[in-house]
Structure formats: structure tokens, C-alpha cells
């Protein structure tokens, strides 16, 4: 596992990787929320199955395996996790999964050393793990919450709230109504759409903040200028 295999990325380079990504599984239309599972299913070389007692028995809740015979990879979520139907359980289920087809796209020279549980929790131990992660999370996110469907659903749920009697009322009479409402408005905002793509609002909160979709400073100006519109 030497650190001279493991490619770096920058944020701009993983929209456009799962950009594209997306687009060539599920075409130009995608359904939210994201079926993660399909992403996995049209994988070539990728199966997905469960472990039982996998975070018990050797502390992490998703990891690849590749088969050394076949040379097949193998995606296996702790089986509990995949039996927790509760909407937090589906949340994480999906995002361990995406996290983990995103080291299978990202990390792949990584991946093809693997031949055990202890190999793959030895990886955390490797001097790039921080970044390795940080890529694999945000790639995963980028798969779970893209860009352009989420600024379409982010704008469809702004106009609901925002569009409200009481709230529009005030926005449009009260000049300081803008920062008194903001703090309520993302929150809610962040409610509807991790229930709207299955994540977690941890999640969501996050990918709401970031680029290149960067919602929260869409709500603001939209605040600012007294509009029931994501500008």
C-alpha cells in the first residue's frame, strides 16, 4: 500500500468525475433519491453483499474484498446495517455504500491489494488516509446529493417555506425579517431534503453549504432581496 498509488482530487475534479459518473449509469434524467444499490448492481466486477458482525468483529461498517481467483470485487455492508430500516439505519446504509463504490472508483490500486478484514483496516493507517477519505465522503455525497437535482428540489422547497402567508408577509414588510427567518428556513430547508434523497440532515447540512452547489448563499440572497425564488 504505498503512498505513490494513491491519486489526489480536487473538489472540482470529483464533481466532474461523479457528474459524469451518474450521467453514464442513469443517463441525463436522474430519480432522486439516488438507488445506490443500482449504481452498485450496473458496476462491472462489483457485487454487492452483507457481513455479518462486520463492525463487531473488525470495526467498520462497509469494505471491498477482491476476489484473488476471479479477481471479482466484493462490497459488503455489516449486515446490520443493511437489516436497520429506521430512516437514520437507511441513511447510513446508503451513505457506507456510496462510500465505498467511491474507493472503488477513486482508489482502485488501493483496493486490488486488499485480501482480508485486517488488510482493509490496516488502510486506515496509511499516511494518505485522511485524504483518502475526505475524497472518498465527498465523492460519495456527490453521488447521493448531485448538483443539479438537488439545486432543482432545493428551490421547489425554498418556495414553500419561503412562499408561506406569514413568512412573505414579513420578508416583504420588515427589513430585518431576512436574518430572523434565515436560521429557521435553512433548517427546514435541510429537513425536507435529506428526507427528499435519504441522507442524513448531518449530511445534507453539509453538502448545502459546499461547492459547487453552495444552496445556504442561494437562501441568503434570496432572503436578502425579500424573494420566495432561489436566486
Not at 47 to 75: C, I, Q, Y
Amino acid at each position: 500500500m504505498a503512498a505513490d498509488r494513491v491519486r489526489t482530487y480536487t473538489a472540482a475534479k470529483l464533481e466532474r468525475l461523479a457528474t459524469e459518473y451518474l450521467a453514464r449509469q442513469f443517463g441525463a434524467d436522474i430519480l432522486i433519491p439516488v438507488d445506490v444499490d443500482l449504481l452498485v448492481e450496473k458496476a462491472e466486477g462489483l457485487t454487492l453483499d452483507f457481513w455479518p458482525k462486520l463492525r463487531a468483529n473488525h470495526r467498520v461498517m462497509g469494505m471491498v474484498l477482491r476476489d484473488v481467483e476471479s479477481g471479482e470485487l466484493f462490497l459488503f455492508i455489516d449486515e446490520d446495517l443493511a437489516d436497520d430500516d429506521t430512516p437514520n439505519g437507511l441513511a447510513r446504509y446508503r451513505m457506507t455504500v456510496a462510500e465505498e463504490l467511491a474507493h472503488v472508483r477513486l482508489h482502485r490500486a488501493l483496493i486490488d491489494a486488499i485480501q482480508s478484514p485486517d488488510d482493509f483496516r490496516k488502510l486506515h493507517g496509511h499516511p494518505q488516509w485522511g485524504e483518502i477519505e475526505r475524497n472518498a465522503k465527498r465523492f460519495a455525497a456527490m453521488l447521493l446529493m448531485p448538483t443539479r437535482p438537488l439545486m432543482a428540489e432545493a428551490r421547489d422547497v425554498y418556495r414553500q417555506i419561503a412562499g408561506q402567508p406569514q413568512i412573505r408577509a414579513e420578508l416583504t414588510r420588515s427589513v430585518g425579517a431576512s436574518k430572523r427567518w434565515e436560521p429557521h428556513i435553512k433548517k427546514r430547508l435541510c429537513i425536507e431534503l435529506a428526507k427528499r434523497f435519504e441522507v442524513s440532515e448531518m449530511a445534507m447540512d453539509h453538502r448545502l453549504g459546499e461547492w459547487p452547489a453552495e444552496v445556504y448563499k442561494h437562501v441568503e440572497r434570496a432572503l436578502e432581496s425579500g424573494s420566495d425564488t432561489l436566486l
